[in-house]
């Protein structure tokens, strides 16, 4: 006998339950999302492997040894997606949507793909919600994107926030803070791991990304980059802030605080949670106005964060916030014998038409199996079907938690049924 065959390693299966908690996750995102202006997008799971070459940067880790990257049977390299914001600004620019010279904001929902060691929070296949905001440069686009991440975390009921913010300068002022930190992570190459030694002479700001304990005691005391910022990119930081002020924003300056991708510039933020361990990031983002010249595009100026579900909904358990996990089926229609199956499945037709949640037996069960069954869903109502009442026009239903029978007619079921449920969830 053949094994069984199982989800490749890293990935998992997304069951009812935790499909309903994704579910609730992009339902709050997309009302809150849309109330600020933004409007959904999707791109393809796989795009050409030069975008994210290209776009994200050689040099981060993920296009060095995290992407899934293969060639199709026409010979072109192909990627799965191991982020959003490089394909989005790529169908911004295939689809010119920036032509009527209008901000165009955009948000998205869907699967990841990097080759990682999984662990809690973080899979090969891993689910992201984000925006991105395209086509201003303006300081309080910055600010409203951070304010937008923290409404939405905020939403879902979680407290115990911590939002970060830096600026990482511009193509002006980073240049002479790069040879300054490259200068000085040579000093200290002895004690970095292998992959900072690569990172120091491709990106040195990579290094800021590591999470192995001897090169974050080198960064504490590497050079900051706030001591290097041109006059536009401190107006424009100052000005971000003072505006996060002015919504009440708290927030913690972290000079060693860098996205892991090549196209960020200026102002870059991240939240965490405490209840995460290590990797307590839940999501962040940042300025991006050099991606779509990286890419091919006209200078578009833009910003976006993304935050993980998976590592959000580990949040969530940990601050205990309630999450509708199941779908309440309010009635149960059972049957006294086969004869009334028919009626049953009409029955059951028109009770949804009409908004009510229903369900019935599939399995051949007995009466006394059917009304076990209906409690065990914890339905409100279990209708029940037999030939008698049938013969009457009507049927019998009976409240689940006071066990009181009603006869009901037929033609006026739905109605009865909805001002009974009514009543009962108010």
Same mark, same amino acid.
């Given at each position: 006998?053949?094994?069984?065959?199982?989800?490749?390693?890293?990935?998992?299966?997304?069951?009812?339950?935790?499909?309903?908690?994704?579910?609730?996750?992009?339902?709050?995102?997309?009302?809150?999302?849309?109330?600020?202006?933004?409007?959904?997008?999707?791109?393809?799971?796989?795009?050409?492997?030069?975008?994210?070459? $290209?776009?994200?940067?050689?040099?981060?880790?993920?296009?060095?040894?995290? /992407?899934?990257?293969?060639?199709?049977?026409?010979?072109?390299?192909? %990627?799965?997606?191991?982020?959003?914001?490089?394909?989005?600004?790529?169908?911004?620019?295939?689809? !010119?949507? @920036?032509?009527?010279?209008?901000?165009?904001?955009?948000?998205? +929902?869907?699967?990841?793909?990097?080759?990682?060691?999984?662990?809690?929070?973080?899979?090969?296949?891993?689910?992201?919600?984000?925006?991105?905001?395209?086509?201003?440069?303006?300081?309080?686009?910055?600010?409203?994107?951070?304010?937008? *991440?923290?409404?939405?975390?905020?939403?879902?009921?979680?407290?115990?926030?911590?939002?970060?913010?830096?600026?990482?300068?511009?193509?002006?002022?980073?240049?002479?803070?790069?040879?300054?930190?490259?200068?000085?992570?040579?000093?200290?190459?002895?004690?970095?791991?292998?992959?900072?030694? $690569?990172?120091?002479?491709?990106? =040195?700001?990579?290094?800021?990304?590591?999470?192995?304990?001897?090169?974050?005691?080198? /960064?504490? !005391? +590497?050079?900051?980059?706030?001591?290097? *910022?041109?006059? @536009?990119?401190?107006?424009?930081?100052?000005?971000?802030?003072? *505006?996060?002020?002015?919504?009440?924003?708290?927030?913690?300056?972290?000079?060693?605080?860098?996205?892991?991708?090549?196209?960020?510039?200026?102002?870059?933020?991240?939240?965490?949670? =405490?209840?995460?361990?290590?990797?307590?990031?839940?999501?962040?983002?940042? $300025?991006?106005?050099?991606?779509?010249?990286?890419?091919?595009?006209?200078?578009?100026?833009?910003?976006?964060?993304?935050?993980?579900?998976?590592? %959000?909904?580990?949040?969530?358990?940990?601050?205990?916030?309630?999450?509708?996990?199941?779908?309440?089926?309010?009635?149960?229609? +059972? !049957?006294?014998?086969?004869?009334?199956?028919?009626? +049953?499945?009409?029955?059951?037709?028109?009770?949804?038409?009409?908004?009510?949640?229903?369900?019935?037996?599939? /399995?051949?069960?007995?009466?006394?199996?059917?009304?076990?069954?209906?409690?065990?869903?914890?339905?409100?109502? %279990?209708?029940?079907?037999? =030939?008698?009442?049938?013969?009457?026009?009507?049927?019998?239903?009976?409240? /689940?938690?006071?066990?009181?029978?009603?006869?009901?007619?037929?033609?006026?079921?739905?109605?009865?049924?909805?001002?009974?449920?009514?009543?009962?969830?108010?």
């Amino acid at each position: 006998m053949c094994s069984v065959i199982v989800a490749p390693k890293g990935t998992s299966d997304m069951l009812p339950g935790l499909a309903r908690k994704w579910q609730h996750l992009l339902g709050v995102a997309a009302r809150l999302f849309e109330s600020y202006g933004y409007e959904p997008i999707d791109t393809p799971a796989f795009e050409a492997t030069e975008l994210f070459v $290209r776009g994200i940067g050689e040099a981060t880790d993920i296009v060095h040894k995290e /992407m899934y990257t293969f060639t199709d049977k026409g010979g072109r390299s192909l %990627t799965l997606r191991p982020e959003e914001t490089a394909p989005v600004v790529r169908a911004y620019l295939q689809h !010119n949507m @920036g032509a009527a010279g209008q901000l165009v904001k955009l948000y998205y +929902a869907g699967p990841m793909f990097r080759f990682e060691r999984p662990q809690a929070g973080r899979s090969r296949q891993f689910w992201q919600i984000g925006i991105e905001a395209l086509g201003s440069e303006e300081p309080s686009v910055d600010a409203e994107s951070i304010l937008l *991440l923290m409404r939405y975390l905020q939403r879902l009921g979680l407290q115990q926030l911590t939002l970060l913010v830096n600026s990482m300068g511009c193509i002006e002022c980073r240049p002479a803070y790069r040879e300054t930190l490259a200068a000085y992570l040579r000093e200290h190459a002895a004690e970095l791991c292998k992959d900072c030694v $690569r990172r120091l002479e491709m990106n =040195p700001l990579r290094v800021f990304d590591c999470k192995n304990p001897e090169c974050v005691a080198v /960064m504490k !005391n +590497a050079p900051k980059i706030s001591e290097y *910022l041109c006059q @536009g990119c401190e107006d424009h930081f100052g000005e971000v802030k003072t *505006l996060l002020g002015e919504v009440g924003l708290d927030y913690e300056e972290r000079a060693t605080l860098v996205r892991g991708f090549d196209y960020y510039t200026k102002t870059t933020f991240e939240v965490q949670s =405490p209840l995460l361990g290590a990797q307590n990031a839940l999501g962040g983002g940042g $300025r991006y106005d050099g991606l779509a010249e990286m890419i091919g595009g006209a200078r578009t100026p833009g910003i976006g964060f993304a935050l993980g579900a998976e590592r %959000t909904m580990l949040a969530m358990e940990g601050e205990q916030v309630a999450v509708p996990s199941k779908m309440q089926v309010h009635v149960y229609v +059972a !049957n006294v014998d086969a004869g009334t199956k028919q009626t +049953a499945f009409g029955l059951l037709s028109n009770l949804r038409e009409q908004g009510i949640s229903a369900e019935t037996d599939y /399995m051949g069960r007995s009466l006394k199996g059917q009304m076990k069954q209906a409690g065990k869903r914890g339905v409100l109502f %279990t209708v029940i079907l037999g =030939p008698e009442e049938l013969a009457r026009g009507e049927c019998k239903v009976r409240n /689940m938690e006071s066990g009181e029978e009603t006869p009901v007619a037929l033609d006026s079921l739905a109605l009865w049924l909805s001002q009974k449920i009514r009543q009962e969830t108010i």
